[in-house]
């Protein structure tokens, strides 16, 4: 158990990538779920873009609920941001992310950066704290 905690635990500083999944065995990373539709959920989260100096929307596929982002400061930086409607008013948002740099390795950029971008969606739609119910 305690190899799988290393090797986890290494390979979130030692890659370029990171994403958001259901059962991440880093809770930071795990799926966030919002009382809102798919349609406010997107249409927020672009507006929330949109008025951000650091990123801007570089694709949006409102029938597949993904949004292309690119970062404008820092680090060259390209994310997908996907918004799924698992029951009525009750919206999954995950990130993709991808650091490019020389070396496939960000120590860690991947993470921060998703933590930073569910605390703006945090403060924008309400987020459903109790985990989904199968």
């Known amino acids: 158990m305690w190899r799988l905690s290393i090797r986890n635990t290494l390979s979130k500083y030692f890659s370029n990538h990171a ?18 539709s798919k349609d406010k959920a997107l249409k ?6 949109a008025k951000s100096d650091s990123f801007k929307v570089n694709s949006i596929s409102e029938e597949h609920g993904e949004i ?4 404008t400061k820092g680090k060259k930086v390209f ?5 799924i409607m698992v029951r009525p008013f009750q919206t999954a948002v995950d990130f993709s992310v991808t650091t490019e740099s020389m070396i496939p ?25 109790e985990k989904k119910a199968n």
């Open 68 to 71: 292309g982002i690119l970062a």
């Open 44 to 49: 927020k989260i672009e507006e929330l873009i």
């Open 105 to 129: 390795i960000d120590f860690g950029y991947s993470t921060k950066l998703i933590n930073q971008l569910y605390e703006l969606v945090d403060k924008e739609l309400p987020l459903i704290t």
């Open 19 to 36: 994403e958001t999944k259901e059962n991440h065995w880093d809770t930071s990373l795990q799926t966030r779920y919002y009382k809102t």
């Open 79 to 83: 994310i997908v941001l996907t918004v």
